[in-house]
């Protein structure tokens, strides 16, 4: 494996709840947008977006309601509009196959992200006591671009990540979620959104040994 794909590795397991979506094209290689589902352990789960090449399935396909895994890279890019950009997140997909009937993912929802800590962390505590940090990670990618993931951690790790300088160098691992939130456009409108983000589960920087939840 690429030193680069080293420093950000995803896997994800579940029910594909969309069709593929066309999004983009690069030197002829088409790129879709697929919508999986995730179990969680409690909740209904997670739905993240796959960004999937034509060269890895057939896109033309019915693909709807089928088991799949897939794995690579949880990338962002910043899309303008309103006046304002807006990270867009989705699974850069590398492998994909369809599971067995019965078969179960080893790793349903797994993440490894190595990069630099490239905002303040916003540390707080939820209206329960509850500590909670919010953490923006910078992982490098080829051609001198980062992807920039937004996580969370709590307890231990919020305290701990929450004393970071920004430049820190960390490695997070946890598990890819999704977030409905409402957002007011004007007085007499609001409308659901979703984000997504790293929920991390340990966690650990250059000079300092892990911490887990």
Not at 5 to 33: D, I, P
Not at 170 to 195: L, N, P
Request: charged share 25%; with cysteine; glycine share 6%.
């Amino acid at each position: 494996m690429e030193p680069l794909f080293k420093n950000n590795q995803a896997v994800l397991a579940g029910e594909a709840v969309s069709e593929f979506q066309f999004s983009h094209e690069v030197f002829g290689e088409g790129f879709y947008l697929l919508y999986l589902k995730v179990a969680r352990l409690s909740e209904a789960g997670d739905v993240v977006p796959l960004l999937v090449s034509d060269r890895l399935i057939n896109v033309h396909e019915s693909i709807l309601g089928k088991q799949l895994e897939a794995k690579g890279q949880f990338r962002s890019y910043n899309k303008h509009e309103e006046n304002q950009n807006h990270l867009i997140l989705s699974l850069f997909v590398r492998e994909i196959r369809f599971l067995d009937e019965g078969e179960k993912s080893q790793k349903p929802n797994s993440i490894y992200l190595d990069g630099f800590i490239c905002k303040p962390p916003v540390y707080r505590m939820t209206p329960l006591g509850r500590e909670i940090a919010d953490l923006l990670v910078a992982v490098n990618r080829a051609y001198g671009k980062s992807d920039y993931i937004p996580c969370i951690c709590w307890g231990r790790n919020a305290r701990y990540a929450g004393n970071l300088p920004v430049g820190t160098r960390v490695s997070v691992w946890g598990r890819i979620q999704s977030r409905e939130y409402q957002k007011k456009i004007d007085d007499h409108t609001v409308i659901t959104k979703t984000a997504y983000e790293v929920s991390i589960s340990k966690m650990e920087s250059q000079q300092n040994a892990a911490v887990e939840s």
